[in-house]
C-alpha cells in the first residue's frame, strides 16, 4: 500500500503560469481533500470531494479548481499562479464508518509538495 | 465557526522531562478530536482519536485526554525523537451538507524540541 502519493515534491513557477498537483490514493477511500500549510497558520482547506464526481470548496478556494473523475485521484490545478500562493499543499483523504453518535475515521496525508511561485 | 488553539507554540524539554502540551477548541457538537504529529517535510501522520470527554488514549510515550473544552496531549519521559509539531484538529457536527462530514479545523500546532 502507497497510501497517498502526491506529486510532484517541490516546483518553482512563474507567475501567471498554470500547473496541477497529483494526488493520488489507493486505500479506496472516499473523501479526498486539499489543504495548504503556511508559516504560522494552521492547515486551511481549499477544496474536497466525498467521492467520484462531487467536488466542494473549502475555505480558501480562490485561483485553484479540482475535479474527480476516478476514487483514486484528486487534482488540484492552479489556474494562474500567484506569489500568494507560495506554501506547502497536503492532499488527504479518508474512510468513513460508523453511525451517527460513533465515528471512526482517520486521515491519511501525503508527503507534501513544496510550491514556490516568483 | 470552529476554532482551535494550540499552546504553547513552541516547547523546548530536555530528554525525560514530563510535559503537556494544550489544544483549546470552540465547536458546537464535538464529533472528534484529532492529534497528529508532523515531521520537518513530511505530511501529519495521524496520533489519536477522541470522541468524548473523559476518553484517554496511549501511544508509547503519549497520552491524550479530552474535555469539553480542551485537549491534553501529556508526553512522559520524552526522548530526541519525539521531536516533532503536534497539531490537533477538531470535527464538527453532522451535517446534511455531505462533505461537512468529512471537515477538520485545525490548530496552528506546538513545535516540541527534546534536547538529549
Known amino acids: 500500500n502507497a497510501g497517498v502519493t502526491q506529486t510532484p515534491k517541490f516546483q518553482v513557477l512563474k507567475t501567471g503560469q498554470s500547473m496541477t498537483l497529483q494526488c493520488a490514493q489507493d486505500m479506496n477511500h472516499e473523501y479526498m481533500s486539499w489543504y495548504r500549510q503556511d508559516p504560522g497558520m494552521g492547515l486551511r482547506l481549499i477544496h474536497y470531494?466525498?467521492?467520484?464526481?462531487?467536488?466542494d470548496q473549502g475555505e480558501v478556494p480562490n485561483g485553484y479548481n479540482v475535479s474527480r473523475s476516478t476514487t483514486e485521484d484528486f487534482p488540484l490545478r492552479l489556474l494562474s499562479a500567484a506569489p500568494s500562493q507560495t506554501s506547502v499543499y497536503f492532499c488527504?483523504?479518508?474512510?468513513?464508518?460508523?453511525?451517527?453518535?460513533?465515528?471512526?475515521?482517520?486521515?491519511?496525508f501525503g508527503s507534501g509538495t513544496r510550491l514556490t511561485v516568483v | 465557526e470552529d476554532q482551535v488553539t494550540q499552546s504553547p507554540e513552541a516547547l523546548r524539554l530536555q530528554e525525560g522531562e514530563s510535559s503537556s502540551l494544550n489544544c483549546s477548541y470552540t465547536?458546537?457538537?464535538?464529533?472528534?478530536l484529532f492529534w497528529y504529529r508532523q515531521d520537518p517535510g513530511k505530511g501529519p501522520e495521524f496520533l489519536f482519536t477522541?470522541?468524548?470527554a473523559g476518553e484517554e488514549k496511549e501511544k508509547e510515550r503519549l497520552k491524550a485526554t479530552l474535555t469539553k473544552k480542551e485537549s491534553f496531549l501529556h508526553i512522559t519521559a520524552p526522548k530526541p525523537e519525539d521531536s516533532a509539531t503536534y497539531l490537533c484538529?477538531?470535527?464538527?457536527?453532522?451535517?446534511?451538507?455531505?462533505?461537512?462530514?468529512?471537515?477538520?479545523?485545525f490548530g496552528k500546532g506546538t513545535l516540541l524540541t527534546v534536547n538529549p
Open positions: 484538529a477538531v470535527q464538527g457536527p453532522r451535517s446534511y451538507s455531505g462533505g461537512s462530514n468529512y471537515k477538520l479545523t
Open positions: 488527504a483523504s479518508s474512510y468513513y464508518t460508523g453511525t451517527a453518535t460513533a465515528n471512526n475515521y482517520g486521515y491519511t
Open positions: 470531494s466525498v467521492g467520484a464526481g462531487i467536488t
Open positions: 465547536v458546537s457538537g464535538l464529533r472528534g
Open positions: 477522541l470522541y468524548s
